[in-house]
């Protein structure tokens, strides 16, 4: 009787937790993927986990301690999972280390610092100049970027915008590539032709978390003083919540406003309604834009970096006057922090069926183009290059 070794290559994918967050939903798709193909096991920093792991996934944790841990906590974090990391990764005879985020991205090039046996590849998910959470993790990234980033075998991103201020901004000289997040295409969708059957009024979802960044004000205050009876639910939890709740009761459109918090099943509420938009200052790509273009939704996003424009006019520069929107191939498009313009997208969207229905097809088909089996090909193929 003849033996059939695994010879499949050993593969990590490190990450900071498997919490609910955009990268972590990347990586849950991605593991669906990479088992055909490599013995892989997912590192987390933290035991938090929040999505689903396959079957066939060895998992690891270095620490049981809480990812909700000070800046500088974290940071000396890295000193000792880099000694238990580097026995993993010997121990475990792993070919290739694949990091997400910075915390991550640091530790995997200190690993290529002193162990050149190892294929580190990292990736970047936000837009790194506008993504840190205060003036001294600002600092901090400028200085160890270019030390440690650079170490490393190669970088991917989900935006060309990111590598392009990686490159220019944190000095980052290894080879980038862009590959954007996958998605698993929706069993139901919305029926554009259908769309507009027993239409009163616009109905608008949007989903996130409720922080700064995401800018949920922005629609809020688009909704006052409009003769329009839209209805608007925001989707997810956050530090915003009481400043928000009191922010509709003061401009009393508790009518027209929906807090819905947090919920697992996000496509049964964007499979009813007619529009969703994306608000926020800054993005990596946009996981809720995507999906929501899945279902089949209208869309109206502003034009921040980085993703939307990719998205939604693939990639070409458009100029958008202020109080105004911005028809793009696959949706709308409006500035940053500018209600007046999204009022106008809005009052586009509910005052026009066919754009509504057109717009839709191109959800629909823009979204297929981005489907986990797509992606994880081109991600595949970079791994192995």
């Known amino acids: 009787m003849s033996i059939v070794k695994n010879t499949k290559p050993n593969i990590s994918i490190l990450s900071i937790t498997l919490g609910s967050g955009g990268a972590e939903k990347v990586i849950s798709l991605f593991l669906k993927k990479l088992k055909e193909d490599y013995n892989v096991t997912l590192v987390l920093f933290y035991n938090h986990i929040h999505f689903t792991i396959p079957e066939g996934i060895n998992v690891v944790c270095l620490s049981n301690e809480s990812p909700a841990r000070p800046f500088y906590s974290k940071f000396l974090d890295l000193v000792r999972f880099k000694k238990k990391y580097s026995a993993f990764l010997k121990k475990e005879n792993i070919n290739i280390s694949v990091s997400f985020l910075a915390f991550p991205n640091l530790l995997n090039g200190m690993i290529a610092s002193t162990n050149k046996h190892i294929k580190t590849i990292i990736s970047e998910r936000g837009f790194p100049s506008d993504n840190t959470s205060s003036k001294l993790s600002l600092y901090i990234s400028k ?5 440690f980033y650079n170490k490393c075998s190669k970088l991917f991103s989900n935006s060309v915008y990111i590598n392009q201020d990686l490159k220019d901004n944190f000095g980052v000289k290894i080879p980038m590539d862009v590959i954007y997040n996958p998605i698993e ?3 139901e969708t919305i029926n554009p032709e259908t769309l507009n059957q027993n239409f009163k009024s616009l109905k608008i979802i949007t989903a996130g978390t409720l922080n700064k960044r995401k800018n949920h004000i922005m629609i809020i205050r688009a909704l006052q003083n409009t003769a329009n009876q839209y209805n608007l639910t925001i989707l997810g939890g956050g530090p915003l919540e009481t400043y928000l709740t009191k922010e509709i009761a003061d401009l009393n459109l508790e009518h027209k406003i929906t807090l819905g918090g947090k919920v697992k099943n996000v496509n049964d509420y964007l499979l009813a309604n007619h529009c ?8 990596g790509f946009p996981n809720a834009l995507i999906e929501a273009m899945a279902i ?16 939604l006019n693939e990639n070409k520069a458009i100029n958008i006057k202020t109080g105004a929107f911005y028809k793009g191939k696959y949706g709308l498009l409006i500035n940053n922090d500018d209600h007046k313009g999204l009022k106008e997208a809005l009052a586009y969207f509910n005052d026009n069926p066919q754009e509504r229905e057109n717009y839709s097809k191109l959800s629909l088909q823009r979204a297929k183009e981005y489907k986990l089996e797509s992606i994880y090909s081109t991600f595949n193929k970079f791994l192995k290059n």
């Open 143 to 147: 200085i160890f970027y270019p030390i």
């Open 185 to 187: 295409l929706p069993q």
């Open 276 to 283: 969703f938009v994306l608000s926020s200052f800054t993005e």
């Open 296 to 311: 089949g939704l209208p869309c109206i996003s502003t034009n921040c970096l980085s993703g939307p424009l990719e998205l």
